[in-house]
């Protein structure tokens, strides 16, 4: 079936720090998605990207639409301890297709 | 943006029971999605509820272990059923308009013992 893989699963930065992690995947979306969860939590919406080699910003924020489709990175700039958490890539291949979220990237800050 | 209530927010539950899980949206969404989080884990889609008609479910999930229902565009409801402790977890429903942007709850937290 349809999987994403997201790299790398876990960071520790320090505070300040910019912060790149990518969404790879061996089909093609038409959507692409970055979700940020907190602990007890559901997951919230940061950006969301419908044309390849979209790039877009939310914030300290930036993501991007891969130009093949099968990819997506996420950046944050200037890493505060609020950044901490679970950040899942997701794809979709048509507007009214189910949501397929990968397995995510464990980001901590160190102040 | 929609706002998305579920209850219970968390429950323990004895194996071989049922407990059913409610979610309202605060506005009408075109699309809402159940999914289950293990701990430690990603989202695992159960299935996508359709208003007036029988769920739409993923590989691994069948309509008798979680019926569904979605009587309208503003609720829905997850039912696991003769619950075992492998079926502790958190259970999501998400709520969207256009494409990918869902809304999600907070989740209902299932421990069976």
């Known amino acids: 079936g349809q999987q994403l893989n997201q790299s790398p699963q876990s960071m520790f930065i320090q505070e300040g720090e910019d912060v790149s992690m990518n969404c790879t995947s061996s089909s093609i979306f038409n959507t692409w998605l970055w979700y940020k969860q907190d602990p007890g939590e559901g997951p919230v919406l940061l950006i969301a990207l419908y044309k390849a080699g979209e790039l877009t910003s939310n914030g300290r924020l930036t993501a991007q639409f891969g130009i093949t489709r099968k990819d997506s990175f996420l950046n944050i700039s200037a890493s505060i301890p609020s950044d901490v958490g679970i950040y899942f890539c997701?794809?979709?291949?048509?507007?009214?297709?189910?949501?397929?979220f990968g397995p995510g990237t464990s980001l901590s800050v160190i102040p | 943006s929609a706002v998305i209530s579920q209850k219970p927010s968390r429950d323990i539950c004895q194996r071989g029971t049922s407990l059913t899980i409610q979610c309202q949206v605060d506005s009408q969404v075109t699309m809402m999605f159940w999914y289950r989080q293990q701990p430690g884990q990603s989202l695992t889609l159960i299935a996508t509820a359709n208003q007036g008609s029988e769920a739409t479910y993923e590989s691994g999930f069948v309509i008798d272990k979680f019926p569904i229902s979605r009587p309208n565009l503003t609720f829905s409801t997850l039912t696991v059923s003769n619950m075992s402790p492998e079926d502790s977890s958190i259970y999501l429903c998400s709520g969207g308009l256009r494409g990918g942007e869902l809304f999600f709850g907070e989740g209902s937290r299932l421990t069976v013992l």
């Open positions: 997701a794809g979709q291949k048509t507007s009214y297709d189910k949501v397929i």
